[in-house]
């Protein structure tokens, strides 16, 4: 492996470290998912921690449930470590498919009002919370 990738790939692991930090952080905080917390609206991912709990507890038919593509994140991570190995359009391909598997996983879990997990309550994120306060010290 040559230098530059593995400053690269070291870049990318600091990143990723980063990351779990200040999800750390957020956990702590009580805010599970940043993005739900700002807008109301759960991402693509939303149930990937639960699943992963639930799997590691024993339980596939709940990991399924919280969701259905949890498998797929450690596929992106071998592909990842693999990618100098592959071709560069297998791997295009490959996240393509990754991305439109959860975009439809998402508009699905979204349509489906019996969904217990992926939620769409915009006016109860911090976004809308904070506009309503703000209009409303500047209508008093």
């Known amino acids: 492996m040559g230098a530059k990738l593995r400053s690269v790939r070291g870049g990318t692991l600091l990143a990723v470290a980063g990351l779990f930090l200040v999800y750390a952080l957020l956990g702590r905080m009580g805010i599970t ?18 699943a992963w709990i639930s799997l590691l507890m024993g339980d596939l038919a709940a990991a399924v449930s919280y969701h259905p593509l949890f498998w797929v994140p450690p596929l992106g991570v071998v592909l990842w470590l693999l990618e100098s190995y592959l071709p560069r359009r297998t791997v295009a391909v490959l996240i393509w498919v990754g991305c439109a598997l959860f975009f439809l996983v998402y508009l699905l879990r979204m349509a489906d009002p019996n969904d217990a997990v992926v939620v769409f309550h915009p006016e109860e994120g911090w976004i809308a919370r904070t506009l309503r306060a703000v209009l409303s010290l500047t209508e008093g």
């Open 33 to 50: 998912c940043p993005i739900l917390f700002l807008s109301g609206v759960s991402c693509a991912g939303c149930g990937m921690t639960r």
